[in-house]
């Protein structure tokens, strides 16, 4: 047997560096999804980087990505999540990656893609991890911990995951990051999770991925197939099932300042949480940040993981 390189050696080791976290199988996923007749045009897998959904927004606007194009990270160190807020992991922890899609539906209905992911993501995590998944809107994927997290004391929801859609080129960019076997030591908050915190019935980050993409692929081609209808693709429908801000009372934290109360009580038909206020008035709410609210319930979640891009 020939023996490596020295600089082979090196590469080699620092990629199995942790048993625990073996590297993504790049080759093995191709073969699983990037095949005639899928959405998925391409699979990437790099080493690390700043932001997956940057890199690959760029490679849009330069007109390098073809619809269906993934790339993942086993590391990302300029992660992005909603409203600018910064966000990374240790390597190989989770699943930090970005698809590239070209919705050929009305521009007004895009804003159902975060939400859609969110439906593919919570589905696919829940059948292949075998754990409780649910949506805070619009774009948080909590998990139910089965242990005490970083000493806040208390089981509960905690934000596993987190979803970021970016306009690029012709079309939008998703971002997707779930912290896969973090524990809860390397949490970056204590009110943050992971799915091995949450009593995964596996942490390999390979049967993960395939099943989210193919529940991603799903759900895009059923709310394109009814023209980005969220009601007749029963994406609507999907997403309050598994969302659980409705039914609570939150506090919204408007855009520009100020805030507002009530009961979560539907989803309207542009993906808006609607809030019953306490003058009787429903107010759809489309962009804030989401507190739930919580005088007797267990724990809610945080804002500090599993955020993409």
């Not at 086993?74 to 240790?90: H, I, K, N, T, V």
């Not at 159902?112 to 593919?120: D, F, I, K, N, R």
């Not at 709410?285 to 993409?308: K, N, S, T, W």
Request: proline share 7%.
């Amino acid at each position: 047997m020939t023996p490596q390189p020295p600089e082979n050696r090196d590469k080699d080791a620092g990629r199995w560096s942790d048993l625990g976290r073996p590297p993504l199988n790049a080759t093995a996923l191709r073969r699983a999804l990037v095949r005639p007749g899928s959405l998925w045009t391409s699979l990437d897998v790099v080493p690390a980087t700043g932001s997956t959904n940057t890199d690959l927004a760029e490679r849009a606007a330069r007109g390098e990505a073809a619809e269906g194009a993934v790339l993942v990270a086993e590391e990302q160190s300029a992660g992005r999540g909603r409203l600018d807020r910064a966000w990374s992991a240790p390597p190989r922890s989770g699943l930090f990656f970005s698809v590239y899609l070209t919705p050929r539906v009305p521009v007004e209905r895009w804003g159902w893609l975060p939400l859609l992911a969110g439906v593919a993501t919570a589905t696919a995590v829940s059948r292949a991890a075998g754990i409780d998944t649910a949506l805070k809107w619009p774009n948080d994927l909590l998990v139910t911990s089965a242990e005490e997290s970083g000493g806040s004391g208390a089981a509960g929801e905690r934000k596993a995951g987190g979803i970021l859609a970016e306009r690029a080129g012709d079309g939008v960019v998703v971002g997707i990051g779930l912290n896969v076997s973090l524990t809860a030591a390397e949490l970056p908050v204590p009110t943050a999770g992971s799915l091995a915190l949450a009593g995964a019935r596996t942490t390999d980050r390979d049967p993960l991925l395939r099943a989210v993409l193919r529940a991603l692929e799903h759900w895009y081609g059923e709310w394109q197939t009814a023209d980005g209808d969220p009601a007749a693709s029963r994406l609507q429908e999907a997403y309050a099932a598994g969302c659980a801000t409705l039914g609570r009372s939150v506090r919204a934290e408007l855009p520009g300042g100020g805030d507002l109360t009530g009961e979560a009580v539907a989803i309207d038909g542009d993906g808006r949480l609607v809030l019953a206020t306490a003058d009787g008035v429903q107010q759809p709410v489309g962009a804030g940040d989401i507190i739930h609210l919580r005088p007797a319930p267990p724990a809610g979640p945080g804002d500090g993981a599993g955020h993409e891009g």
